[in-house]
């Protein structure tokens, strides 16, 4: 199958993807921004089919979270958050592909699971990158303490 070029640029998907209570999430809301639909529609469709999101799919989020991301997140003055927030974790966003079945659905859901491989890979990068930044200075300070040795005794012979 070939692949086809995303609906939504993968900067604006990572952009809306939060981390919280040690997981990536997106809220309802950007969700039902990125398929078409209404956030009381995509809420609706997932209270139908509440078996399908357990808690580490989905997340109620409490007052104070809601304040945190709308104070972390550039949005227009009028943006108000409704009583109750949802976040979606990678595996409630992939559940909410079977719930919607428009093709603008399907296609943003593929370019959203697309989003989350990438930035889990970039992550894993990121990890191994540290780690060899701490090998690398672990080295060069075991060298330094030899080179120090060696200047020393080189005095101690000249002197």
Do not use: C
Not at 56 to 78: G, H, K, Y
């Amino acid at each position: 199958m070939s692949q086809r070029t995303a609906v939504i640029p993968f900067e604006r998907i990572t952009s809306i993807i939060h981390f919280m209570r040690g997981q990536k999430v997106m809220l309802d809301r950007d969700l039902a921004v990125l398929y078409g639909v209404e956030t009381r529609a995509l809420n609706q469709a997932v209270k139908r089919n509440i078996e399908r999101f357990p808690t580490d799919f989905m997340l109620e989020l409490t007052r104070d979270e809601i304040t945190r991301i709308s104070q972390s997140v550039i949005s227009s003055p009028d943006l108000k958050f409704s009583k109750r927030v949802y976040a979606f974790s990678e595996q409630g966003v992939a559940m909410l592909s079977g719930l919607l079945h428009s093709r603008q659905a399907i296609e943003v859901n593929i370019a959203i699971m697309r989003a989350f491989v990438h930035l889990r890979a970039f992550l894993a990068s990121q990890a191994k990158l540290g780690k060899k930044l701490r090998d690398m200075e672990r080295k060069v300070e075991e060298h330094h303490e030899s080179i120090h040795v060696l200047f020393e005794a080189k005095q101690q012979l000249t002197s």
